[in-house]
Each structure stands twice: as structure tokens, then as C-alpha cells.
């Protein structure tokens, strides 16, 4: 899977992945196989005990892949010794004895920092980069992922669920006003001084906060636990409009171009309409045409549309 460009290539495909009359000959691959799968490895294919590669076994896969982009990093390679014999040790870490690095309560996996190699650090160090740099949503899913999920498969979250929660948590990136970041953005955790994790640079300004509120009847709006961050030349989408259009393989083409910009201008943050029909100024009760702007100050009102499932915006103004 290469990243950058979003694509993706199918190397292997037999048994494992194309399941047909035939048992799986393998599996699957080191670091991503299931607990459940190694642990019952050895039992006979006909024992009802025994567990096969299926969708709970592709949804743990899924989450260490994802957990590994991200924080280049395995959620289960930690410093914990299972067993002196090194296949047993791996059987184990791996599979029965499996423990997320990152455990709240249970830290004895947590990574031996003086043992890693130079190649291996600062992401190899969990107190320096937790996995909650990822966000909220992320952190979330990742907890039933590795947490809940870990030994009891039915609780690990599903491919859309996932895909809404990185979606989400593009919406609160920034770029670090550090220009020798190495990283150039983070994800945003909801405080009064925010700060890059990466190089500690804090947020020096005035930082805009959209929280968007879903209508489920008219007149009446309803905190959605989604909020876009504001930055110079930031885009607005449709799927920040509408709640019930989602960036998928199903967006249409129409759908996939901007409607709006954010600026900052003349020490004004400030919203440019280009293709919302029905953009409202709620304080002022005001239609925003295209073309026009609105400025984004604390507690400002914008309805973004009159359509079922077009959502209003509250702005927060957090200054640092």
C-alpha cells in the first residue's frame, strides 16, 4: 500500500484471501495475524476451537496496519518476555499472551526505550509519542482495536468505522508554525494551548474551531461530535455540508470540489461561498451569496444549507 498516491497492490492471493471448498494453506502474514488465529494454530482443522482467517481476523490486521502507518510502530512488539525459547516467545507475544504496548492499566510490554536502536526512536518511545497524537477518534478505535478487542474479536471496529474516523481526523490537523518541523502538521486534542507533539512548537494566534451541529428535525440542532479546523487556504467539502455524504469510493464527481475557502485576511478569519446556494449568517439572518465572505468570529452561527442533513456551524475562537 503506498500512502501517498493511494494505491494499492494484491501480492499474494490463494486460499487465505479467495475462500472456497479449499482450507487456507497459510495463516497469514507475521505482525498482522490475529491472537486467536495463532493461538489455536495447532489444532486440528476439524476442531471447533480452532479459528480461521475471516472478517474479525482482517479487522485486527487492518488496525495494526493503520497503527503502524501511523506511528511506525508494531501495537504489540513491546518489551514484554513471554518465554526464554524465541519461537514460544513469538507464539505467545504474539498470540495468547498478546498485550497493546500502549495498555492503560497493564504497561508491562510497555517498549525498553534502552534497548531500541537509534533507527527505532523518538517513535519507538510510547511517552514521547502516544498513540493519542492520532486524536480522538483514532484513539478511540484504537483502544477497542487493542483494548477490548484484542482477545475478544467481535468488539474490533469495522473498515467504515475506521474510514469515518480518519476522515474526522483530517478535519482537525494544523500545520505547526515551526518551519524545521519535520513533521509540518498535527492533529489538534482539544486544548486551550494546543502544541505540535513532534517538535513542541506551540500554537502562537488565534486558531478557529468549526463544531458541527446535525438537524434531526427542523428547527432543532444537535452537537455532532465532529469539528473542522481552520487554517489559512483550509477548503470546506460537501461532506462537511451534508451528514449523510461521505468522502468514499461513492462520492460523485460534483461532490469531490470545493465549496467554500477559509482565510486569513486583513487579521480576519474569514469563510469565502463559492458554491453554497443557500449559505446563511444565522446571527444576522443574512444569505451569504456566492462570492461573498463571512467572518469567522466566537460563537458565530452559519447554516450551510437548507437541505435535509445540511449542517449549521457554531465557531470557537481559541487564542493562544
Excluded at 6 to 24: F, N, R, T, W
Excluded at 51 to 57: A, D, G
Excluded at 106 to 135: F, H, W
Aim: net charge negative; hydrophobic share 35%.
Amino acid at each position: 500500500v503506498d500512502p501517498s498516491t493511494g494505491s494499492a497492490c494484491v501480492i499474494d492471493c490463494d486460499g487465505l484471501v479467495v475462500p472456497g471448498k479449499y482450507p487456507p494453506d497459510v495463516v497469514g502474514t507475521p505482525d498482522f495475524i490475529a491472537p486467536e488465529v495463532l493461538e489455536t494454530k495447532s489444532l486440528k482443522l476439524d476442531d471447533p476451537n480452532k479459528k480461521l482467517p475471516c472478517i474479525q481476523t482482517d479487522r485486527h490486521a487492518l488496525a495494526v496496519l493503520i497503527y503502524m502507518y501511523l506511528l511506525y510502530r508494531h501495537p504489540l512488539r513491546g518489551g514484554k518476555v513471554n518465554d526464554l525459547d524465541a519461537a514460544k516467545d513469538e507464539e505467545l507475544s504474539m498470540g495468547k499472551m498478546a498485550l497493546f504496548i500502549e495498555h492503560p492499566t497493564d504497561k508491562s510490554n510497555r517498549p525498553k526505550v534502552q534497548n531500541l536502536a537509534p533507527s527505532e526512536l523518538p517513535q519507538g518511545d510510547i511517552t514521547k509519542m502516544p498513540y493519542t497524537i492520532c486524536g480522538p477518534y483514532l484513539k478511540a478505535l484504537f483502544d477497542r482495536a487493542f483494548i477490548d478487542g484484542l482477545h475478544n474479536p467481535s468488539l474490533r471496529p469495522s473498515a467504515a468505522e475506521w474510514e469515518q474516523a480518519l476522515v474526522k481526523t483530517t478535519d482537525l490537523i494544523q500545520p505547526c508554525q515551526n518551519s524545521n518541523c519535520e513533521a509540518h502538521w498535527f492533529v489538534f486534542d482539544n486544548s486551550t494551548k494546543p502544541k505540535c507533539p513532534f517538535c513542541g512548537k506551540e500554537y502562537h494566534g488565534q486558531l478557529p474551531v468549526l463544531n458541527l451541529y446535525y438537524s434531526p428535525k427542523p428547527g432543532t440542532f444537535r452537537p455532532e461530535n465532529y469539528r473542522l479546523m481552520v487554517y489559512d487556504k483550509q477548503t470546506l467539502y460537501m461532506w462537511h455540508v451534508n451528514r449523510f455524504i461521505e468522502p468514499n469510493e461513492k462520492l460523485s464527481v460534483d461532490d469531490k470540489k470545493p465549496v467554500g475557502d477559509f482565510h486569513f485576511f486583513n487579521e480576519k478569519w474569514i469563510l469565502i461561498n463559492r458554491r453554497l446556494p443557500e449559505l446563511w449568517d444565522k446571527d444576522l439572518d443574512k444569505k451569504i451569496e456566492i462570492g461573498q465572505y463571512v467572518e469567522l468570529t466566537e460563537g458565530k452561527k452559519i447554516l450551510l444549507g437548507k437541505n435535509d442533513g445540511d449542517r449549521l456551524i457554531i465557531v470557537q475562537l481559541v487564542n493562544n
